[in-house]
């Protein structure tokens, strides 16, 4: 199994090269045409194609660490599945299976605000097709389309106290990171240092500094995810106030 082309180290990742620009074009391209075909789909068709979505992401991932489990290569410092993407994708299945409101007011923020940024700036070491990179897009945008899914299928949409649940909801899972980071010696939550490839963080100074930055404008950066929603309910309800607009 470690001969296979898809454990081979000898693929690097460029980041902005044709290997991450193609990744994020063919996902947008899957993405459009799943949410286009699901809009024709009967309800129960919708739920269900949800449920696989949630589970290929959520399975993808358990795949990767029992591969790195089987091969010897699991370090707990880290490969346990406490990255803020990786717990996202263990609480899809849930959230597909109950369609909670609570929890996509959360999840919205966390993946529009996260999970895109780590496709535009990968944490990847590896390319095509090594399978790190297949995971690591799989689970990326398969998370961004899941939410998009969500908020046009299941007609979800976020209100202003979702910005507060979600910022709140990531406090904690900050505090429990820095516990674990603390215990382990880890940099889960990348809470101890930047990522190693390159980041956003980058511009936001040194440790601990670029918490500090990501905390500041964090809230911010909620709210103008949310305002498209805003400025969309607020079109609706003066169409209905005044049915000639």
Known sequence: MTDS????????????????IAAILFFAGVG????????????????QLGKIMAFVICL???????????????HIKEDL??????????????????RKRWMYEILIFWILAGTSQAMITPDLAHGFPHYHYLKYWIVHAGLVI??????????????????FKSFLALQVYFVLMLLVNKVLGSNYFFISE?????????YFGDWPYYILVAELILFPYFFLIYLPFHLSRKKATSQKADPGF
């Open 146 to 163: 899941f939410i998009l899914y969500a908020t046009v299928i299941f007609k979800m949409r976020p209100t202003v106290k979702s910005i």
């Open 60 to 74: 993808t991932l358990i795949a990767w660490t029992a591969s790195k489990i089987y091969l010897h290569g699991f």
């Open 81 to 98: 599945p406490l990255h803020l993407c990786n717990i996202i994708s263990i609480l899809l299945p849930i959230f597909a299976y109950t």
């Open 32 to 47: 459009y045409v799943v949410i286009s075909w699901a809009k024709k789909r009967s309800e129960k068709m919708q739920i």
């Open 194 to 202: 930047k990522p190693p490839h390159g980041s956003l963080l980058d």
């Open 5 to 20: 082309i898809f454990f081979e180290d000898n693929f690097a990742f460029q980041m902005f090269g044709f290997q991450h």
